[in-house]
């Protein structure tokens, strides 16, 4: 294909957080541009939008169901690639679905729907269509995450036997969502939401790194779920432990009222000979603790001698050079560069490279959905460990 990738998008409106961030990142590495939206639940801003990104006023659509029909409907040389959908929880399914069977490849947030149920008529979706569906699960997109999983997948560590991963933030210390702020309204709300806000919101984050570094899978586990703030209807704050599949034990913690707190995800993973650090707030750096040895520190884009060379994952999601700090955009513009490069490469009839096949896909969203479902199973029910099921 020797033209860009042309994007569309529900949702990523002037009244919009992440949709932003979405085409900072898709547009990082000239591959990819926007031509049509439904960018808003209000018409009039939506509008707006289209008009403040350049796209042609014929190509706002009033909503995702005339944008996804209308464009189906122009010829192939001009008609959308792929949709990319960045609205509330409750509103990722229809029109991923919707976007699917009329040809599409798809972007969703996470979680990728409300229900497991929703979730696994997606994933029968992609595998009957054989489209594309890239889940934006942001921290697996970094440098040394990806160093992380490989010297894991290698066995530096040895058996893995513990797992400790971390996500706090404090922006919902108050209640929010009553004091205008309309991302804490839809979030705290379970009729958009989901049935939990924090693991809905952060908690599929980290059990999605957890097992992407890890390489494991989470079996079972026990939960404990707390609404701290007065009158909120949905958790703010949750601890889980966790059995994955090898005998390794973890914790997950989620939590958005540890005041003070910005966006501290954190993973450590300790194997039979030695351990792991990464931390978002600190993403160029990968701390490593052997046993009996001085600890080491890994940093993106150097190009270490062996055996220390960086991984080939590591370095195809490096930009710039070693010391020049690349953060949460270059992260997001990585999953968006290997899932352009991977529809890319279907639709010339090429096998994609592992590396460029390396996104989170309809697969981490239908268990990220069963998360959910087990951890508010477990904290409401009276059983100690609950499994996971599929
Ligand atoms: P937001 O409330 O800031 O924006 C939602 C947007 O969706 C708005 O533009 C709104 O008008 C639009 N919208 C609502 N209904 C619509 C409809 N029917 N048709 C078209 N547009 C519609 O929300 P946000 O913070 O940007 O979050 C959006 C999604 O992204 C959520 O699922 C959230 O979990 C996810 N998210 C992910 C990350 C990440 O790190 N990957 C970060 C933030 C948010």
Redesign the pocket.
Known sequence: MKRKLRMGM????N?????AVHRIAAFMDGKIELVCG?????PQ?SKQSGEDLFVAPERVYL??EEMIEKESLLPEGERMDFVTI????F??FAPAKLALEKGFDVVV??PMTVSVEEAKELQETVERTGRTLCL?H?YSGYPMVKQAKAMVKEGHFGKIRKIVVEYPQGWLSRLSEREGN??AA?RADPKRSGKSLVMG?IGTHAAHLAEYVSGLKIQELCADLTTFVEGRLLDDDGSVLLRFENGAKGVLMASQISAGEENAVRIRIYGEKGGLEWANEDPNNLIIKMLDQPRQLYRTGNAYAAPYTLSSFATHNTRVPAGHPEGLLESFANIYRNFAATVTAKREGKTPTAEQQDFPTVYDGVRGMAFIDTVVKNNEGTEKWTKFVL
């Open positions: 529900v949702g990523g409106g009244d919009a957080f992440i949709g439904a960018f808003s639940i209000d801003i909503n995702y960045v609205t509330p929880n509103l990722h947030e996470k934006t942001t309309a991302g839809w919101d």
